[in-house]
């Protein structure tokens, strides 16, 4: 008997020490700062990190059309709402999920918007199952994620001391200054009753995110920004049956373009796909208007808690008229 549980008391502690070492290294190679330099992964969408706790009212969601099109800045000079975009180059739905979460571990949002163009991101149903399980053994296990840190690891990050203080004064928004034609028009979505199928696994993830927001009581507003490249009137009516289907709004800025003047030859920096700095302060002003119409959210210009954000508008101020005056002189 006793032969038979030295063995197994063996790989008991053996596992016990391995547990113990993993999650030990765990510790040391998660990045101890909000910075890229400190390894941090896609440190500009957490650079919310940096932010007081509970001051920020909107947190906006998706790929990469969140930081091209919208800057949050430009609202909170307009109308006093602090927002920051935690939108990832190509993310998918189920990163998208786990953002909002982490997000909401550090801030109590008063509206979440998701730019809608990550619900069509999928390489089949198999391949996006065999994703998502990678992925969600990664955030179990950071040290998968980060392991690569090991060659730059400092003092810090064997002392365990967290400093999340690298402020990002664009809140998330990464401005363009260059611009390339897109050719088509205003005229791009054509009409149609054809509807784009979304992915089961998107369909999951859209419902996790919509369940998650009523939970808290998160008002969640489902968007599209203007992008003839990649989006087309059945993903719009793709869109639109779910959020009809959920009762949640949805506001599509592709039939808003000429609206919102945007000038196709000169506002986007890869001929339509995404904006640059100029459409992107173009669609900001149209969604502050819908947000100020829809939504009852504070204006917080006047409250001294918040005198950080008026010097943080100085410093985005500072950093747009730079890269417009040095792309100007390229010219």
Known sequence: MKRKIRPLLRCVIFLLILSLFLTAATWVVIPKRNAKADGMHNARAYGYLAEKENTIDIAIIGDSETYASFSPMELWKNYGYTGFICGTSAQHLEDTYGTLKQFCEYQTPKLVILEANAM?????????????????????????????????????????RVEYDC????????????????KGGHDYMKKTDKVRPIQSVNLYY???????????????????????????????????????KYGLPYLDMNFSSKEMDIDWSHDSRDGGDHMNVYGALKVTSFLGKYLDEKYDLPDHRSDKKYANWERDLKDYQDILNRGMKKQTSKK
Not at 120 to 139: A, C, M, P, T
Not at 167 to 182: M, V
Not at 227 to 234: G, K, M, T
């Open 120 to 160: 069509f991101r999928s390489s089949g149903l198999y391949s996006d199952i065999e994703r998502v399980f990678f992925r969600e053994i990664e955030k179990a296990m950071p040290l998968f994620e980060y392991h690569d840190r090991w060659k730059r690891l400092s003092p810090q990050d064997f002392t365990g």
């Open 167 to 182: 402020i990002d004064p664009l809140k998330g928004f990464y401005p363009t200054y260059y611009s390339k034609e897109w």
């Open 206 to 244: 859209f419902d996790k995110i919509v369940e998650f927001c009523r939970e808290r009581k998160i008002p969640l507003l489902v968007t599209s920004a203007p992008a003839p490249v990649n989006w087309n009137y059945q993903k719009h009516n793709a869109i639109k049956r779910l959020t009809d």
